[in-house]
């Protein structure tokens, strides 16, 4: 019976960067996937014939260039692709537009608001001061609402736009980008780095339990029955799976077991995913362009935004919602067919637990109320509709495992944050049971395509010594 | 007659402030704006300290009691009444739901910690973060300390609690809507938000400031009354004062009606920052005035009497059913509107006066009208089960009016997160001066806000040379 150094469970990119960086430390590591291929939330799939998406994950800023760099991923194929603007129809048919041009940003800010044009650049500075003072924190140990539950309006939100704004590629500041070939090349990049180091990775196979012998993890059983066996064991899964389904209650501290039960998770967002004849023409700025090389922000006002969030706090999904639409086919044209294109539209908010429960026929209202809604500022669009996929949080937690569908494992609000984050005193990523580490997302720093906490985690591992 | 210092208003903490001058031995004049005394009851937590130096008990002061302590509507009718004594509340509760009368006693000893940290924060300035004075550093760690020794859960709850919702916090403890929804009300008193906002529970905790544990409504007090009773200081009522300020210097004030100019060397203003800075901006940085016009301060609350025929059966009633009830509350104020279901609680003071707190009724900058007041006092006399000529209610737009309070907030500022300690009035200035020389602040809008009537007073004494 093989013996390895560390097992991980799940093949999630954070759970990839935890197995890459043991294996580069020459341990000998098993990753388990349950699905198919890796990837997690950070999966390309071809699902309708010929065209292909980014089925959750859509875009990679986050990713901790010491990670590019210490698993050399460019030569294992990682190659980010740019995206260059934001687009923000307004309700009076006019637009606001951020290019990747600072100055042109600012004109185009100065046309809206001279006095915003001036403070923007304030703002910015700012907010670049503050990202870069917390980002030491992180890596060390619209944006304001995405993947949490609260309205704009709702203190603490200035810290995910913060989170957001730490966007870095290859050290450039706020950059945001594709990754060619989907974030499932994230995903691949990284297990192939993986690989190359030693580490195996072995797909289909879920993990039930995690083997506890005299309060230490000794490995895991799987769903068929064997059992692995390792010094280590890491869950890469969120911190509900990974302490109340991975292990017996009993295996755990009860104040421990009531504060993970009491982590948020509340999944708020959900993802529809359309393949196209023909780009859409947007009123505000007719056409097919460069516009369509960065993204469309439809979040015409704090108001919008704030109403989308009313329906949600009641238990129903926006019947206008708050949506990001980016088009990958036009980026990396690997994405679609000739001639064709995809279309990814994130929408908030699709609240997981909704009004009398998710039902096909309620994901389909979702779907028109997404499709409706961007007809109404590109008007002709949902003609050119060839296949439509919609996303409900309950889908992501059923194909993913994700909680709740919580994008981020766990919801990024101030009191689940740093040494809060899954729990207090559990946030160096340890668990009370000795060799059983936890990597995932719900742990410090969290959410996103960052993999700072599977790095982080591989390091606090290897200071234990495996 | 020359003045050694003049004190800008007669609400609780002008007159705690102008006593501890007096005390100390100056001439002190209080200006005051309005004719009469409000003869509203003050509401929140007087601390003893000030009780103890100013002899506030020999000077009459009743701090009211009211056993028990809130009466809310049941829905299937009835009423669950919540008392001083822990285990009765817990029966109360038990006979709507046993699973939180089983929490009811560890809830109020943790929320009582909680206040109690407050409490000792409350009563000296905020901690200046940016100080490299060794004095100032040891007393940071001091608080520190003292923290550290209420045992980790303490520290824990702290850090993980200030930033959350009330909502939230609640959800982690209860399932009742009633017992959630009466709580909860505590946490948007006077806020411009809703329970599911961050930050409410912070509000929640301000407001337990002195009271004991397993009562969740600030006491009631005559203590501005009794204040003013005390004739240790001249109070010069019917006059609104603007700060007289040249080459950045307060040299005394000027009164509005009759332009006359009363002269001291020493101004200290109880009213809002705003209201008290504006008239001088001239001589402000223009960051520290633009800090000062971006104190959030949107009044939200109507606040007025019931007159019912006979005494009422309650000493505080409370309609606010749910915590959801409280967000679609609020969902109308975000927009401009007068919530369609308000939160009304309804207070007797020892005279037997009734008084109202409803809540959400937006400042409106004068654009409310008449039709509205109308239907809202016609609103809340029918949540009430009363006539609607037994309701009289003031608006926030009638408050900024009559008292001054910028945009009819009664703490001069919320008590967000982004607006307390040491950002309380704005970041940097929170030791009670301004950028002007002999000019002071010594009201709610100071650290540590309102609802607390005379702690900011009291500070504020301290720290005037």
């Known amino acids: 019976m093989t013996h390895y150094d560390a097992i991980v469970i799940g093949g999630g990119h954070n759970g990839l960067v935890t197995a890459a960086y043991l294996a580069r430390a020459n341990k000998s590591v098993l990753v388990l996937e349950r699905r198919p291929h890796v990837g997690g939330a950070a999966v390309t799939e071809e699902i309708f014939p010929g065209f292909k998406f980014s089925m959750f994950s859509y875009v990679v800023s986050l990713l901790r260039p010491e990670i590019i760099r210490d698993l050399e991923l460019p030569r294992h194929g990682l190659h980010i692709l740019p995206l260059e603007s934001t687009v923000t129809p307004m309700e ?84 945001w980008g594709f990754a060619k070939g989907g974030t499932g090349a994230v ?27 005299n309060g230490r993890a000794t490995g895991v059983v799987l769903e068929n029955g064997d059992e692995l066996h390792a010094k280590t064991v890491v869950s890469s899964l969120d911190p509900r799976r990974t302490f109340l389904q991975l292990l017996e209650s009993d295996q755990l501290p009860s104040d421990f077991v009531s504060d993970i039960k009491r982590f948020k998770f509340r999944g708020s967002s959900g993802k529809v995913n359309l393949a196209l004849d023909a780009l859409p023409s947007f009123t505000c700025m007719p056409g097919v362009g460069r516009q369509h090389r960065g993204a469309f922000s439809i979040s015409p006002s704090l108001e919008y935004v704030e109403r989308a969030y009313d329906d949600a706090k009641y238990g129903e999904f926006s019947r206008r919602p708050y949506m990001d639409i980016v088009f990958p086919s036009m980026i990396d044209p690997g994405m679609a067919p000739p001639g064709k294109h995809v279309m990814s539209i994130f929408v908030q908010y699709a609240p997981y637990n909704l009004n009398g429960g998710w039902t096909d026929a309620k994901r389909e209202a979702f779907g028109d109320a997404v499709v409706n809604t961007v007809e109404s500022f590109a008007p002709g669009f949902t003609s050119h509709i060839l296949h439509r996929q919609v996303i409900t949080p309950l889908d992501i937690e059923r194909i993913t495992g994700l909680s709740e569908g919580n994008i981020f494992a766990g919801e990024l609000a101030l009191h689940q944050l740093f040494f809060l984050r899954p729990a207090p005193g559990w946030a160096k990523f340890a668990t009370p049971v000795r060799g059983f580490y936890q990597c995932g997302s719900g742990t410090h720093p969290g959410g996103g395509i960052m993999g700072a906490s599977g790095r982080l985690a591989a390091m606090r591992i290897l200071k234990d010594g495996t | 007659m020359n003045y050694d210092a003049i004190v800008i208003g007669a609400g609780a903490n002008g007159l705690v402030t102008a006593h501890y001058l007096a005390r100390a031995g100056k001439r002190v004049l209080v200006v005051e704006q309005r004719h009469a005394p409000d003869p509203s009851a003050d509401i929140g937590w007087v601390p003893n300290a000030i009780i103890r130096d100013l002899g506030l008990s020999g000077g009459g002061l009743r701090i009211e009691e009211p056993d028990p302590w809130i009466t809310a509507p049941l829905p299937a009718g009835g009423t669950l009444e919540l008392s001083r004594d822990i285990g009765r509340s817990a029966e109360a509760i038990g006979r709507i739901s046993p699973a939180d009368a089983a929490q009811w006693p560890e809830f109020c000893k943790r929320m009582r910690t909680l206040a109690g940290v407050l409490e000792r924060l409350y009563l000296v300035p905020p901690p200046d973060i940016e100080s490299h004075n060794a004095r100032e550093l040891a007393r940071i760690a001091g608080l520190g300390l003292y923290v550290r020794r209420l045992g980790k859960q303490t520290v824990i709850d702290l850090a993980r609690i200030l930033p959350m919702s009330i909502a939230e916090l609640l959800d982690d403890w209860f399932e009742s809507d009633v017992l959630k929804g009466l709580l909860g009300a505590l946490g948007v008193w006077h806020l411009k938000q809703g329970p599911r906002s961050g930050g409410t529970a912070f509000n929640f905790l301000h407001h337990l400031a002195g009271s004991p544990a397993g009562v969740f409504r600030p006491p009631r007090s005559n203590v501005t009354q009794t204040l003013e009773g005390m004739k240790r200081v001249e109070v010069r009522r019917g006059n609104r004062a603007t700060v007289l300020a040249k080459n950045g210097r307060a040299s005394g004030v000027v009164l509005d009606k009759s332009g006359d100019t009363i002269l001291a060397p020493l101004v200290v203003s109880s009213a809002d920052p705003r209201a008290t800075l504006d008239p001088v901006a001239i001589e402000l940085d223009p960051e520290f005035a633009r800090a000062v016009d971006n104190i959030k301060a949107r009044g939200v609350v109507a606040r007025g009497t019931l007159t019912l025929d006979g005494a009422p059966s309650y000493a505080n009633l409370c309609v606010a059913p749910s915590l959801e009830y409280l967000e679609r509350a609020y969902d109308d104020a975000k927009y401009g509107r007068d919530s369609a ?25 004068g654009t409310a009208n008449v039709q509205r007041h109308q239907a809202l006092q016609q609103k809340v006399a029918q949540l ?35 607006q307390i300690l040491f950002m309380r009035p704005v970041p940097g200035w929170s030791r009670y001066r301004t950028p002007i020389a002999g000019l002071f602040l010594c009201g709610s809008g100071t650290h540590p806000g309102g609802g607390i009537p005379g702690a900011a007073g009291r500070n504020a004494a301290r720290e005037i040379p």
């Open chain 1, 92 to 175: 009076n048919g006019d637009y606001l537009a951020a290019w990747g041009d600072h100055d042109e940003t600012r004109r185009e800010l100065y046309r809206h608001s001279p006095r915003d044009a001036e403070a923007y650049d304030e703002y910015g500075r700012l907010m670049h001061f503050m990202a870069q003072a917390v980002k030491p924190i992180l890596t060390k140990s619209a944006s304001g609402i995405i993947g949490t539950f609260l309205g704009p309006r709702s203190p603490g939100t200035a810290y995910v736009l913060l989170h957001h704004y730490m966007g870095e590629l290859d050290g450039v500041f706020r950059a």
């Open chain 1, 187 to 213: 995903s691949e990049a990284i297990a192939s780095a993986g690989r190359s180091f030693g580490a195996e990775i072995r797909c289909d196979a879920g993990v039930s339990k995690v083997l506890v012998r």
């Open chain 2, 341 to 365: 279901a308000p939160y009304v609680e309804v207070q007797r003071t020892d005279g037997n006066r009734l008084e109202l707190h409803v809540q959400y009724v937006p400042y409106t900058d």
């Open chain 2, 384 to 418: 009430l089960s009363a006539q609607p000529g037994q309701v009289r209610l003031q608006s926030p737009d009638e408050d900024e009016i009559q008292r001054g309070a910028t945009e009819g907030h009664l703490y001069h500022g919320e008590l967000t997160l982004d």
